[in-house]
């Protein structure tokens, strides 16, 4: 578990890195705006509830696990 | 490994931007080697009727694609319901009862295979499609044609009808081949490295424990952002055998829909969004049918062990 968070925070320290040297001021406060969770690892119950829901029955029957995943992203503070 | 991707993400833009004006003034691919011109004449059609007008001809061809890709099928799909289903059922009810022994579980299984039956867009066609697009490249060994791979997908199709030998050799040149399928994108920070790299290791473990040859294909969700030399290039870092696919969000949407992989863009202002979407691998036999998904929580070797499983099963 502690060797999976270094792992994940490594990138996010490299990626608004990278976006503050391409520097306009726009991208630097996106940038700085963002959650620091990446968005294919925050939420990983609802994830994985609706992935494995989506395989077995198709997206038109998942609406329910979908609206899940998305309520909790928005919580974790991405734009969705 | 994230800046890297950035840096070479702009260099391919600005090439991108190149090769496409520079498509458009000649009006025809003079890249093209000569075995693939010769050997594949159709795929200048769609190729015309897209430079003569992108909007209206984008249409047509996405018109022609679905209406193309549901008849062929058809006959075969009708012809194998029964021995599908019923390999179906029996793979998931014994691999799901080893695996979490829920009777519940085993009853979703059930319902799963229902509902691939009666899905709208069948599977197998679209799975056609793209595999038909997989073996292009796969026979010319090239990455850098791989969005003509998928004009050469509409393209074969219609050869199928009109001249069977072209596509059938097209096909079959990849027919009987194990495939493990991932859906991801190649801005991704961090979960699709992750994954590829899984995939990859456990493409040679399998052929390392069992000697079974298995063909790895990455098909990206982000149709705006991964060209075909962005794709190229992002899955040889990967694995020599690993085949990327891209193509038009048309296209995507059509492949997604038909895989039941969801993906979404974030409403992001700039052009620097993520895209949210299932983690999944999927495994799928020779005749280019659906075995069994592995989520992320699989590892290599359970990833590995549960493909040796499945392909010894089907083979009984």
Known sequence: ?80 | MASIVSTKANQFRYSTRLLFSHLLRQGRPSTLSPPFSSHLQPLHHPYKVRNQSYGNGSLRLCQRFLSSSSSPPAANVSGEKPASDSDHSAKDGSGQGKESGSGGDEGQKSDAGKSVRGGPVSWLSFLLLVLTGAGLVDYYGEFSFLWLGMWGIRSNTEAVKQGPSVGTAAIGGFLGKWTLLYFGFTHCPDICPEELQKLAAAVDKIKEKAGIETVPVFISVDPERDTVEQVGEYVKEFHPKLIGLTGSPDEIKNVARAYRVYYMKTAEEDSDYLVDHSIVIYLMSPEMKFVKFFGKNNDVDSLADGVIKEVKQYKK
Do not use: Y
């Open chain 1, 1 to 80: 578990m502690s060797g999976a968070q270094l792992q994940s925070a490594s990138p996010a320290l490299i990626i608004q890195g990278s976006q503050k040297n391409e520097g306009s001021v726009a991208v630097a406060t996106a940038a700085e705006s963002k959650p620091k969770k990446k968005i294919c690892c925050a939420c990983p119950d609802t994830k994985r509830l609706r992935d494995e829901c989506i395989v077995e029955h198709g997206e038109s029957a998942c609406t329910k696990w979908i609206e899940a995943h998305r309520l909790c992203l928005r919580a974790e503070g991405f734009n969705v």
